[in-house]
T-cell receptor, first 113, second 114 residues
Framework: AQSVTQLGSHVSVSEGALVLLRCNYS??????LFWYVQYPNQGLQLLLK??????LVKGINGFEAEFKKSETSFHLTKPSAHMSDAAEYFC???????????FGTGTRLQVFP | DAEITQSPRHKITETGRQVTLACHQT?????MFWYRQDLGHGLRLIHY???????NKGEVSDGYSVSRSNTEDLPLTLESAASSQTSVYFC?????????????FGPGTRLTVL
């Protein structure tokens, strides 16, 4: 069975600092992994996804994530945080060979000026 | 532009009442999903559909039902609302071609059961 674990329900950074949001996965088959972002009072939107084509995935708004099989991780990073990055971020994994998703519990990112 | 909408955006109801939450997408997607979002749990799958007349139970389906009579709509019904069903509900849709397909989410419905 697939699952994802997001370490840290809250992360706070200063504007301009590195953003690192952690996601570890468990999967008995090669996983497809996703990061979604939820801005206040909105639905989720896709940031990026790992489809096995490349281990380093670039997404929207300057975010990227690296798939590391040896560490079963898919951490999300951004070199320099912006105030507009304040949101909740969800890691997700596809269930088997379907498009059903299992989501992590989310990490709320706060950005301080 | 294609979109996915949910109505109502906010709903307050009483225990025992039947409630239906609407979801409408203009993407012409085959697949549609209902999730609930609760603090500490992230999003959990309630029901999903892979096409007209197809419905399937998700992780937390007890007390909920869906029906798919056309491509665009997947209404979610709470047969007899319970306080434990107070939550934010999200509908999503996807093409259904691949396990890497993006899901597109609606804005959510905040449901309070008193």
């Amino acid at each position: 069975a697939q699952s994802v674990t997001q370490l840290g329900s809250h992360v706070s950074v200063s504007e301009g600092a590195l953003v690192l949001l952690r996601c570890n996965y468990s999967s008995s088959v090669p996983p497809y992994l996703f990061w979604y972002v939820q801005y206040p009072n909105q639905g989720l939107q896709l940031l990026l996804k790992y489809t096995s084509a490349a281990t380093l995935v670039k997404g929207i708004n300057g975010f990227e994530a690296e798939f590391k099989k040896s560490e079963t991780s898919f951490h999300l990073t951004k070199p320099s945080a912006h105030m507009s990055d304040a949101a909740e971020y969800f890691c997700a994994v596809s269930v088997g060979n379907t498009d059903k998703l299992i989501f992590g519990t989310g990490t709320r990112l706060q950005v301080f000026p | 532009d294609a979109e996915i909408t949910q109505s109502p955006r906010h709903k307050i109801t009483e225990t025992g009442r039947q409630v239906t939450l609407a979801c409408h997408q203009t993407w012409n997607h085959n697949n549609m999903f209902w999730y609930r979002q609760d603090l500490g749990h992230g999003l959990r799958l309630i029901h999903y559909s892979y096409g007209v007349q197809d419905t399937n139970k998700g992780e937390v389906s007890d007390g909920y039902s869906v029906s798919r009579s056309n491509t665009e709509d997947l209404p979610l019904t709470l047969e007899s609302a319970a306080s434990s069903q107070t939550s934010v509900y999200f509908c999503a849709s996807g093409r259904g071609d691949s396990p890497t397909d993006t899901q597109y989410f609606g804005p959510g419905t905040r449901l309070t059961v008193l």
